[in-house]
């Protein structure tokens, strides 16, 4: 075993180990391409050529499957079950008023804390659209007479 075969087996096997303890799929093409240079040491390739099918083989296949492994990457954002009450339509219950610190609605049966992102007041049952919820309140919005 040549000493080039050593360098890239030990390349090969950081990457591996990198690759295991991160899961981004950001060092399993360097891991793809040191074996690629291994076996060209194995076959007696000068080192700059070992260089060059590392640089190659790594890049070559980072350009081919990078869109493919686009398609099936979770996104960061994970949707919860209050995505689905974003748009909803609500009805006042208690009035919005932020100088009073007042404001609830009713959301599918639910009680929320509501506040308005422009601090406007409204009056109790208004119907309303959910447009935001932070925490444990939902931002709202006036429905207006088009949207009924």
């Known amino acids: ?9 030990i390349i090969f096997i950081g990457m591996v180990i990198l690759e295991l303890c991160t899961m981004q799929l ?3 093409w360097f891991a793809a391409g040191s074996l690629a240079a291994f076996i060209a040491a194995a076959l007696n390739v000068p080192p ?12 070559l296949l980072l350009i081919a499957t990078k869109p493919i ?9 994970i949707p919860t ?10 009805v006042v ?4 008023n932020e100088v009073k610190n007042t404001g609830r609605v009713k959301i599918g049966g639910v009680n929320w804390r509501a506040r308005t992102r422009d601090g ?4 109790a049952d ?16 006036i429905v207006s007479e088009v949207e009924h």
């Open 1 to 9: 075993m040549t000493t080039w075969m050593i360098i890239w087996g």
């Open 26 to 28: 950001i060092s399993v």
């Open 48 to 59: 700059l050529g070992q260089a060059i099918i590392f640089t190659a083989a790594s890049v």
């Open 69 to 77: 492994l686009k398609k099936f990457k979770v996104g960061n954002k």
């Open 81 to 90: 079950n209050l995505d689905a009450e974003i748009g909803r339509t609500a």
């Open 93 to 96: 219950t208690q009035e919005i």
């Open 120 to 123: 406007s007041v409204i009056a």
């Open 126 to 141: 208004t119907t309303v659209k959910v447009m935001e919820i932070s925490g444990t309140t939902a931002y709202v919005e």
